[in-house]
């Protein structure tokens, strides 16, 4: 008679539901939205500090008032004097009032999706639900796809209204996302429905490992404890243990020049810019400093592997990644310090080929729940139902 | 006639033990069957097997001619099942919990209304608007109906239909199972109460450790389980003065208490009137004459005794 899959969609539409008018949902998604509201409240506080900064800096650039700052030698490079006139300084972007919104996502989140998902096969059995519900005309995975895929919806509704009301929190505040600035949240929202996501299949996986609600809710936080915050946490000394210690550098050798002459004002110069000087650096603490880094280089790259492998699984840890390069609460700094000579790229890379940097991170992210899914979909299609 | 349920050296192991063991079973269609046996006899797994809930370890079972473990999804389309422990969505009342159910179904949108409200009236829960969560064990028993019966099946399952019902509920029962018979449904009935099988089985098999011992009618089990033939008949005769000794051609075997007040005849022929004719003869004042009637009760337990 049915031959179509239509039993999906009923389950899905049912689930959907469930969620919404599950009181426990209700509550802890009107505490995710209130410290996710909270959260950026504090970064947009932030924001206006760092442009009451920017433009007290601005007026002192105006004003053409020189602070020259000494420098010390090392790390060698860059010895001698800089300029404050020669910071340039950036306008605090609107990604900077994400700061705190985007250290709380990983926590909230995680609590957010456990709640979703912990009992939501482990309930069926509890009630004996799931044989009533097999004795109809459905297949098995009907029940755990409906499930995932209501849950996806959901925690798309819950990132999309918190996201919602965050863009409104900033257009009151003043604050008014550019066109790449918006791109740039709107990745950050999908990213945090995938971090969520995450914690949802870890849940669900839970909850058809464990009959039993309570320990279900249980194992799920600690798995999420164990990837997020135990494992990459041991990393360093783990790899420590593995490599070795790290390089020792090479003592300080303070040699800081005398003052320069102050220029006269109005002075035919590079634009304000100084001249650069050189200075005499004992070739013998040079050739140490120089071996130090490549030893130190040579170090991070065996490290690296090793802390790297230790948070594959931490869907907080490529979340983390993804949104640095993403300027997540970033842009709130006086801008760099543009040393004259010095070859730092005035464009900054597109988008894209930011991403592209991080496509490691952007595939975990994708893959973590995908893994979790498979083990409870597995575990679900060979449960014992009687 | 055709089976409606058939099946075939059906097995199941649980970690070498056989929970049912090689069964072959015919129910034909229209019948009420009622599979009776003691606890832990295999019932409810061979249901499970015959609704496509497990599959058998060895054997087959075919259910309206579609074999269950090939096609389970067919075979879910034209039967409901009530299993022994049926649980509902707490959040959610009985007409919200069967129209989930009834949305695995080709129902019309208005007909589902409909389907629900008349199925909820049949086990008496119409107009009850608590929640699932708030059900007693028998109205959850009874929605349990309800849901067996949404999409109008051929032939139905019922695992201890009566195990939480009150007499009035069990009436209510009996009554529903026997129009569902007159409209030609074939319903299959797991129990391990006997009345609850005698009251509405046409048919009875019997399992015991897995194994089908007996079946036949309600009547072909009493006879064929109280070891007495077809024409063989009891009679106790009680008296307020002692009995002196009975003969008659018919009498096959007779047994009188300590006090000869009560005597237990075993004949080939109904003969209580010439028995009474003899006690008034010689001024017995009798208490009470009665046919003995060998009830399934009996054949039952010599069954669980084996
Ligand atoms: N999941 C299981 N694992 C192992 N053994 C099982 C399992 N389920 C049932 N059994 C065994 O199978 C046998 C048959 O059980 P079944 O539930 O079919 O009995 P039943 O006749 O329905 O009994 P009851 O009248 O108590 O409902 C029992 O011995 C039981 O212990
Ligand atoms: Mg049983």
New binding site residues.
Partial sequence: MRSNRSGLGNIVRKEFIDHIRSGKFIIVFLIFLLLSAYSLHGGINMYHDALDRYKEHIERIEDAEDIRIPMPAGPPGHPGVVHVTEWMPERPSALYAFMWMRMAMPVLGAILAVVMGFDLISRERQDRTLKTLLSHPIYRDEIINGKAIAGLLVIILAIGMTFGISLAMLLISDIVPTIGEFVNIALFGIISVILLVSFFAIALMSSVLFKNSGSSIMFAFGIILVISLILPAIAPFAAEMIVGPRPEPPPFDFRVPPPPSIPDEGQEGDEGVLEKREFEIDPLAEEEWAEWRRQSEAYWERIRPITEAFAILSPATHFGEISTVLDIGMGGMMGMIHIPGDDIPVEDPDIFDRLYAVWMNILALFVIPAIFFAIAYTKFMKL?I? | MRYMIRTENLTKN??G?K??DGLNLEVEEGDIFGFL??????????ILMLVGMIEPTHGKCFVNDIEVSKDPLSVKNIIGYLP?DIGFYSNMTAAENLNYFAGFYKIEKSARQKKIEEVLELVNLGGVTKKAGQFSRGMTQRLGMAQALINDPKILFL??PTANLDPESVFQYRNLVKRLSDEGKTIFI?S?ILPEVSNVCKTTGI?KE?RLIAKGTIDELKREFSGMGEDQKQMIIEAFDPIPDLTHSDILKIEYSEDRKRVVIESTSDIREDISGILFEKHIRMKGMKMHEPTLEEAFLSIYKE
């Fill in positions: 014992d009687r | 649980y970690n033990v929970a049912v046996g003691p606890n832990g006899a295999g019932k409810s797994t061979t022994e695992d201890e797991v391990h399992i897995g």
